[in-house]
Every structure is written in C-alpha cells, then in structure tokens.
C-alpha cells in the first residue's frame, strides 16, 4: 500500500495512505492496547466530536479566525461524520493516558484529511488543513473532550429514558391483565397480607416511571460545558467571545440546549457531573436488579417453588437435568445490574483521583459511563421483549396461597383483636386448618361476616371507618 510520511515533535513516521488519522492517533495506537474497545464502537461519541468540531469551526469563522473554506470544508467532514461516515478510522483504544489528547487529535487528524480531500489535496498535506492550527483551533482536548463527552451522554440518556419507557409500558400492560388475580403479597420472604398480581407488577411500572425522571434530570445536569477554557479554563489562546459564539454554535449544531459554565476554571476540573449521572445509572441497576430477584422467586419452581407466574421458556436450562428451564432473562439483566455497579465505583473512584486543574482520568469515566447505558438499554429492552412481554400467570395457585395462608388472620384484626388473631395463626400455624375454620368453629365469627371480611375487595383495600366497624360487630 502507498505510504505517506507524518511527522509530530517525536519524530517522523510512516502511515499508509488509506487510512485519514495521523501520526499522533498512530502513536496512540502503539501505546494503549488496553480494552480491545475503540472509539469506533461508540458512535455516539464520535458523532459528539464531531459536532462540537463543527461547532468551533463555525465559531472561529465568525471570528474571521479561520478561513471561509478552510472553515466550510471542515463543516462538511463533520457533517459526513455525523452522518455515519469513516467510523472505522476512529481507532484509538477508549482507556488511554493523556486525558483524551489521543481521542481528540484522532478526531482532529481525522477531519483535517478528509477536509484536505474535500479542498482537492491530498492527505498529510496540513499546510493547507492542519489538525491543531485549523481543526482545533480556539480549543484544547480539556474543552473539547469533556464537551464531546457530555454532547454524547445527552443523547445516551435521552435513548436510556425512551428504552425504559418500553419496559415501563410492558410492566403496566401486565398490571392490567393481572388487575384480578388474588394473591398474597409477602414481606421478609413471610407470608403477610392479599394484593393482586396486578398491583405487583404495577409497583414494578412505577419504580421505572420514577427513575425515568431522574435520568432525564441526571441530562440537564450534564448540559453544561467548559467550550472556550482551553488548557485550564483561563481560556488561553482563545478570543474572549468565543465561549459565546461557540455555545450557541454547538446547539444549534446538536438542537439540545446546552450553557457555558459560570467559571471555567471549575468547570474544567470539577467531574461532579459524572458522579451524578453514574449515581443515577447504578440507582436503575439497583431497581431493576430488584425486579428481576423478583420475577425469579415468584415464577421459581414449577412444583417446589411459588409458581405464581410462569416466565417464556427461553432455552434448556441444563446439560444434565433434561426438561429443566432457567429464568435466564432476568438472570443476564441482574448481570448487567452488577456491572453497571461496578462501574459507579469506578467512576466514583476516577473523580476523586484528579489533581489540580484537570482530571486526567475522564477516559476511564467516559468508559464506564457509555459501557453502562449500553448495557442497560440492551437489558432493558431484552427484559421488556424476552422475558416481561410473555409472562403468565397461574391463578390457582395464587389464590390457594392466599385462601391457605395464615397471613390473611390480619384481616380479622378490626374483628377479633389482636390477640384472638394471633391465637387462631398460632393452632392454624400448629394444625393446618385454615383461619377461616378456626374462626368460625370458635364462634368469632358467623359464616357471614367471614364471606365479608374475605372480599377480595375488602382485603385490597382501605374500606372500614370506625361506624362501619361498629355496625358490624352489631349484627
């Protein structure tokens, strides 16, 4: 293949012609073998870089700091990037030391050649279309890179919040279907007091409804940037309207609102924002690994478990155990969970470890921030079309475990007291007869009232006052 030669401060090197990164991005290549993940398996980012590229370039042009066509051929390499274009040239491994500088000139000398295509030059020819002088001009990877950063998780949180949306819809069409179907509900993995399957998996529709909210307010948090800080927030080497310009620029480049930071200099250092957003996205975990605990216990079994619901049958469950079938749906999302813990510690851990005037650990906070919303969506909606979609229930056996359970004795209580209650759950509990024959064969109770008390609609309900209560005990 034809070479071309590339030369930075270190020296000189050989790169084939084919390819549109340069010489740093090639360095960066050698040095950080680390994940085997690239920036090219994270289009969102790209896509962000790309725009705020876009962004600075029409800024600087305003500015009469950058050609007109230097400044429009820059736009259009951009804008084929946004589209989609020349991701496989986006190499460089997503860990990297250098606080970003790697991912930023790979962005740089990646739209410099394609813009040197565009003006009718060849690639490497940088006198007319330079990475640092044209493509990153007004900027620094520590302006740049965390606004890349923070453009890209906007949109991955707006796609986060829709993808809960679908699993929030399934739960509820589930809650309507089950909206009948008597069951007991339990506390301490004990017997406690009747609900119906419906209103359990209604909580399950509510708790994704709530976080829902906070992701979308983790979003605002993020949308503002440090664009015209340059190396530290002084803005060195800068135009001091730039900031502005550049601001307005990269909204109307994203359509998302984002603001300058009040100080730069905090703003340039400060990673609080991830923080939260990491917070939020283990919050979801912990939520939807709860719901998936759930969904296994109540359809374990078939025969020596709660077989309350029963969940699609996915695949074999076993090598050796023929006819043996796994809750392996939620079992892959409680994986998910685990691992989106995991990488809150390690953001948690990232932010803290900055010194000074940058936090040189942002890759490793972009890493985790990205590896998580990606694997919660995929687990999201896999939970939602595997798993939720398919489920059913077994309603005998829900309602045998309310009609058989010693829990239902709390429904005597306003009755009986408290202390008859617990006398007829201790014999029940000691000889197996149901509550509802102690009751009656005591004489607490006439068959009457027991029919009345044992409403499916008076055990789900708050329905009693205090005269109600009384006229009760009259007849």
């Not at 790209?46 to 600075?56: D, E, G, L, R, S």
């Not at 994203?254 to 100080?263: E, I, K, M, S, Y």
């Not at 924002?273 to 296994?296: H, I, T």
């Amino acid at each position: 293949m034809p070479k071309r030669v590339e030369h930075d401060f270190i020296g000189e090197l050989e790169i084939d012609d084919s390819v549109y990164y340069g010489v740093q991005t090639f360095r960066a290549v050698q040095n950080f073998n680390i994940t085997g993940r690239t920036l090219k398996s994270y289009p969102s980012f790209i896509k962000a870089f790309a725009q705020v590229k876009k962004a600075a370039a029409e800024a600087n042009n305003e500015l009469n700091l950058l050609d007109s066509n230097i400044a429009n051929a820059i736009c259009k390499a951009c804008d084929r990037i946004i589209n989609g274009e020349f991701r496989e040239q986006f190499v460089v491994d997503m860990i990297q030391g250098g606080a970003g500088t790697s991912t930023n000139m790979n962005a740089n000398e990646v739209i410099a050649n394609i813009a040197l295509e565009i003006l009718g030059h060849k690639k490497g020819e940088y006198q007319y279309c330079h990475p640092n002088d044209h493509v990153n001009l007004s900027q620094s990877t520590n302006d740049s890179y965390p606004t890349a950063i923070h453009v890209a998780l906007y949109d991955e949180l707006s796609s986060l919040a829709k993808d809960m949306e679908v699993l929030k819809a399934s739960f509820e069409k589930k809650a309507k279907e089950f909206k009948d179907v008597l069951k007991m509900g339990r506390t301490q993995l004990q017997d406690a007091v009747p609900m119906t399957l419906g209103q359990e998996f209604h909580t399950f529709s509510v708790m994704m409804g709530e976080d829902i909210e906070r992701v979308k307010e983790a979003r605002e948090l993020i949308t503002e940037i440090n664009m015209g800080g340059t190396a530290i927030g002084t803005g060195i080497n800068s135009d001091p309207r730039y900031p502005k310009i550049v601001q307005k620029k990269l909204c109307e480049v994203t359509g998302h609102p984002f603001v300058t930071a009040d100080d730069l200099i905090e703003a340039t250092q400060d990673t609080g924002a991830y923080v939260q957003v990491s917070g939020v996205l283990k919050r979801v975990a912990v939520k939807l690994s709860k719901v998936c605990n759930d969904l296994r216990l109540l359809s374990s079994g078939p025969r020596a478990g709660l077989n309350e619901i029963n969940l699609p049958k996915m695949q074999p469950g076993s090598s050796i155990m023929p006819g043996k079938v796994n809750p392996v749906i939620p079992e892959v999302v409680n994986q998910v969970c685990y691992a989106v813990i995991g990488n809150d510690v390690t953001v948690s851990f990232a932010s803290e470890g900055g010194q000074l005037q940058l936090n040189v650990f942002e890759p490793v906070i972009a890493f985790g921030l990205f590896n998580s919303i990606n694997m919660l969506r995929n687990a999201l909606l896999t939970l939602a079309s595997k798993c939720v979609d398919g489920i059913t229930a077994n309603e005998k056996v829900c309602s045998d475990f309310v009609f058989n359970s010693i829990g239902i004795v709390t429904a005597l209580n306003p009755y009986i007291g408290y202390e008859n209650s617990a006398s007829i759950a201790k014999e029940a509990l000691q000889s197996g007869k149901s509550v509802r024959d102690i009751a009656l064969s005591r004489g607490l109770l006439t068959k009457e009232q027991l029919d009345e008390i044992f409403k499916p609609a008076n055990m789900l309900n708050p329905h009693m006052s205090a005269e109600d209560k009384a006229r009760f005990k009259k007849k």
